[in-house]
Protein backbone atom coordinates (compact mmCIF):
# COMPACT_ATOMS: atom_id res chain seq x y z
CA UNK A 1 0.00 0.00 0.00
CA UNK A 2 1.24 3.60 -0.65
CA UNK A 3 -0.37 5.65 2.31
CA UNK A 4 2.48 7.64 2.75
CA UNK A 5 2.06 9.04 -1.33
CA UNK A 6 1.34 12.62 -1.61
CA UNK A 7 -1.47 13.55 -3.34
CA UNK A 8 -0.88 16.74 -5.94
CA UNK A 9 -2.99 19.64 -5.05
CA UNK A 10 -5.58 20.35 -7.81
CA UNK A 11 -7.30 23.26 -7.80
CA UNK A 12 -11.00 23.33 -7.23
CA UNK A 13 -11.00 19.42 -5.49
CA UNK A 14 -11.13 19.63 -1.96
CA UNK A 15 -8.46 18.08 0.36
CA UNK A 16 -11.21 15.62 1.89
CA UNK A 17 -11.92 14.62 -1.57
CA UNK A 18 -8.38 14.13 -2.77
CA UNK A 19 -7.50 11.83 0.31
CA UNK A 20 -10.52 10.04 -0.32
CA UNK A 21 -8.89 9.28 -3.65
CA UNK A 22 -6.09 8.18 -2.67
CA UNK A 23 -7.36 6.01 0.11
CA UNK A 24 -9.72 4.46 -2.70
CA UNK A 25 -6.58 3.74 -4.76
CA UNK A 26 -4.78 2.04 -1.81
CA UNK A 27 -7.56 -0.29 -1.53
CA UNK A 28 -8.18 -1.02 -5.08
CA UNK A 29 -4.06 -1.94 -5.01
CA UNK A 30 -4.88 -4.27 -1.91
CA UNK A 31 -7.69 -5.91 -3.58
CA UNK A 32 -5.68 -6.21 -6.57
CA UNK A 33 -2.74 -8.01 -4.68
CA UNK A 34 -4.82 -10.45 -2.71
CA UNK A 35 -6.66 -11.36 -5.42
CA UNK A 36 -3.24 -12.46 -7.56
CA UNK A 37 -1.68 -14.02 -4.36
CA UNK A 38 -5.29 -16.20 -4.63
CA UNK A 39 -4.38 -17.08 -7.80
CA UNK A 40 -0.86 -17.95 -7.15
CA UNK A 41 -2.10 -20.34 -4.30
CA UNK A 42 -4.46 -21.99 -6.48
CA UNK A 43 -1.31 -22.72 -9.20
CA UNK A 44 0.70 -23.90 -6.25
CA UNK A 45 -1.96 -26.43 -5.30
CA UNK A 46 -4.37 -26.41 -8.33
CA UNK A 47 -6.47 -29.32 -6.32
CA UNK A 48 -8.25 -26.26 -4.19
CA UNK A 49 -11.42 -25.02 -4.52
CA UNK A 50 -14.98 -23.78 -3.15
CA UNK A 51 -18.04 -24.73 -4.43
CA UNK A 52 -19.24 -20.77 -4.13
CA UNK A 53 -16.30 -19.59 -6.60
CA UNK A 54 -17.30 -21.80 -9.48
CA UNK A 55 -20.54 -21.56 -9.05
CA UNK A 56 -21.63 -18.09 -9.52
CA UNK A 57 -19.93 -17.54 -12.62
CA UNK A 58 -21.79 -20.20 -14.21
CA UNK A 59 -25.17 -19.17 -13.10
CA UNK A 60 -24.37 -15.86 -14.05
CA UNK A 61 -22.82 -16.80 -17.58
CA UNK A 62 -19.10 -15.42 -16.85
CA UNK A 63 -18.13 -19.54 -16.82
CA UNK A 64 -20.97 -21.12 -18.17
CA UNK A 65 -22.56 -22.19 -22.16
CA UNK A 66 -21.51 -20.57 -24.75
CA UNK A 67 -18.46 -18.59 -22.72
CA UNK A 68 -16.41 -21.59 -22.45
CA UNK A 69 -15.89 -24.86 -24.23
CA UNK A 70 -18.22 -27.52 -23.85
CA UNK A 71 -15.99 -30.11 -22.00
CA UNK A 72 -14.86 -26.95 -19.15
CA UNK A 73 -18.68 -26.74 -18.65
CA UNK A 74 -19.61 -30.62 -18.17
CA UNK A 75 -16.23 -31.08 -15.94
CA UNK A 76 -17.44 -27.94 -13.82
CA UNK A 77 -20.63 -29.62 -13.38
CA UNK A 78 -19.49 -32.41 -12.23
CA UNK A 79 -17.25 -30.84 -9.74
CA UNK A 80 -20.10 -29.12 -8.29
CA UNK A 81 -22.50 -32.40 -8.41
CA UNK A 82 -19.74 -33.90 -6.23
CA UNK A 83 -19.72 -31.13 -3.86
CA UNK A 84 -23.00 -31.74 -2.37
CA UNK A 85 -24.51 -28.45 -0.91
CA UNK A 86 -21.68 -26.62 0.69
CA UNK A 87 -23.05 -23.19 -0.13
CA UNK A 88 -25.09 -21.22 2.03
CA UNK A 89 -28.58 -20.57 1.78
CA UNK A 90 -28.31 -17.57 0.02
CA UNK A 91 -26.00 -19.17 -2.52
CA UNK A 92 -27.80 -22.04 -2.96
CA UNK A 93 -29.81 -20.41 -5.53
CA UNK A 94 -26.77 -19.88 -7.62
CA UNK A 95 -25.72 -23.64 -6.83
CA UNK A 96 -29.25 -25.09 -8.29
CA UNK A 97 -28.75 -22.82 -11.36
CA UNK A 98 -25.24 -23.46 -12.25
CA UNK A 99 -26.26 -27.69 -11.49
CA UNK A 100 -28.64 -26.95 -14.51
CA UNK A 101 -26.56 -24.81 -16.83
CA UNK A 102 -24.10 -27.73 -16.27
CA UNK A 103 -26.45 -31.15 -17.48
CA UNK A 104 -26.14 -31.97 -13.64
CA UNK A 105 -30.84 -31.93 -13.57
CA UNK A 106 -30.31 -35.49 -11.10
CA UNK A 107 -27.93 -34.06 -8.75
CA UNK A 108 -30.01 -30.37 -8.22
CA UNK A 109 -33.19 -32.25 -7.75
CA UNK A 110 -31.36 -34.41 -5.54
CA UNK A 111 -30.63 -31.25 -3.62
CA UNK A 112 -33.77 -30.18 -3.53
CA UNK A 113 -34.81 -33.36 -1.84
CA UNK A 114 -32.26 -33.76 0.44
CA UNK A 115 -32.81 -34.65 4.16
CA UNK A 116 -28.98 -33.22 5.62
CA UNK A 117 -28.46 -30.63 7.49
CA UNK A 118 -28.24 -28.29 4.91
CA UNK A 119 -31.30 -28.78 3.08
CA UNK A 120 -35.19 -27.46 2.55
CA UNK A 121 -36.44 -30.53 3.81
CA UNK A 122 -34.18 -30.47 6.73
CA UNK A 123 -35.57 -26.42 7.78
CA UNK A 124 -39.33 -28.34 7.54
CA UNK A 125 -39.20 -31.91 9.05
CA UNK A 126 -36.71 -30.80 11.94
CA UNK A 127 -37.16 -27.41 12.81
CA UNK A 128 -40.42 -27.79 12.47
CA UNK A 129 -40.59 -24.24 10.25
CA UNK A 130 -43.40 -23.39 7.84
CA UNK A 131 -41.91 -20.90 5.52
CA UNK A 132 -37.85 -21.41 4.67
CA UNK A 133 -35.08 -19.69 7.30
CA UNK A 134 -32.26 -17.50 7.42
CA UNK A 135 -29.60 -20.35 7.57
CA UNK A 136 -29.74 -24.29 7.46
CA UNK A 137 -29.29 -24.66 10.89
CA UNK A 138 -29.24 -22.82 14.17
CA UNK A 139 -25.58 -24.00 14.58
CA UNK A 140 -24.44 -22.03 12.11
CA UNK A 141 -26.48 -18.74 12.62
CA UNK A 142 -28.25 -18.45 16.58
CA UNK A 143 -30.09 -15.40 15.41
CA UNK A 144 -31.22 -16.73 12.40
CA UNK A 145 -35.08 -16.12 11.20
CA UNK A 146 -37.86 -18.44 10.42
CA UNK A 147 -39.27 -16.09 7.61
CA UNK A 148 -36.60 -15.04 4.86
CA UNK A 149 -37.10 -15.28 1.19
CA UNK A 150 -33.51 -15.44 0.37
CA UNK A 151 -33.80 -18.99 1.20
CA UNK A 152 -36.63 -19.92 -1.49
CA UNK A 153 -34.32 -20.96 -4.42
CA UNK A 154 -36.90 -24.25 -5.15
CA UNK A 155 -39.90 -22.09 -5.56
CA UNK A 156 -38.07 -20.52 -8.67
CA UNK A 157 -36.17 -23.48 -9.58
CA UNK A 158 -38.61 -26.08 -10.36
CA UNK A 159 -40.80 -23.59 -12.78
CA UNK A 160 -37.82 -22.36 -14.53
CA UNK A 161 -35.82 -25.53 -15.10
CA UNK A 162 -37.46 -28.21 -13.82
CA UNK A 163 -40.81 -28.07 -15.97
CA UNK A 164 -38.40 -25.69 -17.88
CA UNK A 165 -40.51 -22.22 -18.36
CA UNK A 166 -38.64 -19.43 -19.13
CA UNK A 167 -39.97 -16.23 -20.89
CA UNK A 168 -37.43 -15.23 -23.63
CA UNK A 169 -39.35 -12.01 -24.58
CA UNK A 170 -41.12 -8.85 -23.02
CA UNK A 171 -44.59 -9.19 -22.08
CA UNK A 172 -44.37 -13.60 -22.17
CA UNK A 173 -44.71 -12.80 -25.77
CA UNK A 174 -42.33 -15.49 -26.55
CA UNK A 175 -41.45 -18.23 -24.29
CA UNK A 176 -39.31 -21.43 -24.09
CA UNK A 177 -40.49 -24.77 -22.82
CA UNK A 178 -37.50 -27.19 -22.07
CA UNK A 179 -38.02 -29.78 -19.65
CA UNK A 180 -35.37 -31.30 -16.64
CA UNK A 181 -36.53 -33.35 -14.97
CA UNK A 182 -33.16 -35.36 -14.15
CA UNK A 183 -34.18 -39.20 -13.41
CA UNK A 184 -38.08 -38.29 -12.24
CA UNK A 185 -40.47 -40.44 -14.19
CA UNK A 186 -43.34 -37.62 -14.52
CA UNK A 187 -43.67 -34.58 -14.08
CA UNK A 188 -46.58 -31.75 -14.34
CA UNK A 189 -47.15 -28.15 -13.57
CA UNK A 190 -48.64 -24.82 -14.30
CA UNK A 191 -46.39 -21.77 -14.46
CA UNK A 192 -47.95 -18.13 -14.07
CA UNK A 193 -47.66 -15.72 -17.34
CA UNK A 194 -48.87 -12.23 -17.80
CA UNK A 195 -50.74 -13.93 -20.81
CA UNK A 196 -52.18 -17.19 -19.15
CA UNK A 197 -50.50 -20.37 -17.68
CA UNK A 198 -48.45 -22.78 -19.34
CA UNK A 199 -49.27 -26.26 -18.71
CA UNK A 200 -45.89 -28.98 -18.58
CA UNK A 201 -46.31 -32.31 -18.13
CA UNK A 202 -44.36 -34.69 -19.02
CA UNK A 203 -44.44 -39.05 -18.28
CA UNK A 204 -41.95 -41.03 -19.15
CA UNK A 205 -43.11 -44.25 -17.22
CA UNK A 206 -43.59 -46.05 -20.72
CA UNK A 207 -41.94 -44.22 -23.14
CA UNK A 208 -42.10 -40.60 -23.76
CA UNK A 209 -44.94 -37.92 -23.66
CA UNK A 210 -44.67 -34.47 -23.21
CA UNK A 211 -48.10 -32.08 -22.85
CA UNK A 212 -47.58 -28.10 -23.33
CA UNK A 213 -50.09 -26.03 -22.97
CA UNK A 214 -49.60 -22.46 -23.99
CA UNK A 215 -51.81 -19.58 -23.58
CA UNK A 216 -52.72 -16.83 -26.13
CA UNK A 217 -50.85 -14.23 -27.73
CA UNK A 218 -47.90 -16.42 -26.58
CA UNK A 219 -45.29 -18.21 -28.96
CA UNK A 220 -43.29 -20.54 -27.94
CA UNK A 221 -40.07 -23.10 -28.20
CA UNK A 222 -40.30 -26.49 -27.27
CA UNK A 223 -36.83 -28.08 -26.28
CA UNK A 224 -36.27 -32.21 -25.82
CA UNK A 225 -33.31 -33.00 -24.36
CA UNK A 226 -32.64 -36.20 -26.71
CA UNK A 227 -29.67 -38.05 -24.68
CA UNK A 228 -29.08 -40.94 -27.09
CA UNK A 229 -32.45 -41.22 -28.99
CA UNK A 230 -33.08 -40.73 -32.26
CA UNK A 231 -34.62 -37.44 -33.03
CA UNK A 232 -36.87 -38.84 -35.80
CA UNK A 233 -38.53 -40.77 -33.49
CA UNK A 234 -40.51 -38.09 -31.37
CA UNK A 235 -44.17 -37.32 -33.56
CA UNK A 236 -45.98 -33.96 -32.87
CA UNK A 237 -49.97 -33.61 -32.40
CA UNK A 238 -52.03 -30.65 -31.99
CA UNK A 239 -52.70 -27.54 -34.08
CA UNK A 240 -49.11 -26.81 -34.48
CA UNK A 241 -48.18 -30.86 -35.22
CA UNK A 242 -46.32 -29.12 -38.71
CA UNK A 243 -44.30 -26.69 -36.45
CA UNK A 244 -40.58 -26.61 -37.38
CA UNK A 245 -38.35 -28.98 -35.98
CA UNK A 246 -34.66 -28.48 -35.75
CA UNK A 247 -31.84 -30.46 -33.84
CA UNK A 248 -28.48 -29.05 -32.02
CA UNK A 249 -26.39 -29.22 -29.25
CA UNK A 250 -25.20 -27.79 -26.07
CA UNK A 251 -23.01 -29.05 -23.13
CA UNK A 252 -25.39 -30.89 -22.07
CA UNK A 253 -26.04 -33.29 -24.92
CA UNK A 254 -28.31 -33.38 -28.25
CA UNK A 255 -31.26 -31.28 -28.32
CA UNK A 256 -34.52 -31.36 -30.26
CA UNK A 257 -36.15 -27.79 -30.84
CA UNK A 258 -39.90 -27.41 -31.90
CA UNK A 259 -41.10 -24.64 -32.99
CA UNK A 260 -42.39 -22.16 -32.43
CA UNK A 261 -45.85 -23.37 -31.70
CA UNK A 262 -48.56 -20.98 -30.90
CA UNK A 263 -51.57 -21.13 -28.34
CA UNK A 264 -52.95 -24.68 -27.85
CA UNK A 265 -52.28 -27.94 -26.84
CA UNK A 266 -48.91 -29.84 -28.52
CA UNK A 267 -47.90 -33.32 -27.49
CA UNK A 268 -44.90 -34.87 -28.00
CA UNK A 269 -44.87 -38.69 -28.09
CA UNK A 270 -41.56 -40.55 -28.96
CA UNK A 271 -42.41 -43.57 -30.98
CA UNK A 272 -41.72 -47.62 -29.58
Given at each position: ????????????????????L????C???????????????????????????????????????????????????????D??MKV??YG??????????????????????????????H??????????????????????????AW?????N???????????????????????R?G????????????????????????????????????????????????????????????????????????L???G?????????????
Open positions: MLLDRQVPHEPGVPAMLQQCLLSGRLQTVAGHAQQATDTRRQNPESSAQHATAFPVALGVAGPGTVPDSVVRALGRTLAGGSVAQFLLDALFATGQAEAAIGLMTATGTNSWLMLDDLGATIVTEAWDPSLKPNMTFSHGSAPAVIPRHVLGVRITAPGAAEIEIRPPDLAEISGRVPTIRGRVLVALNRDDGYRLDVDVPPGTSARIVVELGDDDPSAFHVTGPHARAARATGQDATGRLTIPVGSGRTVIRRRQ
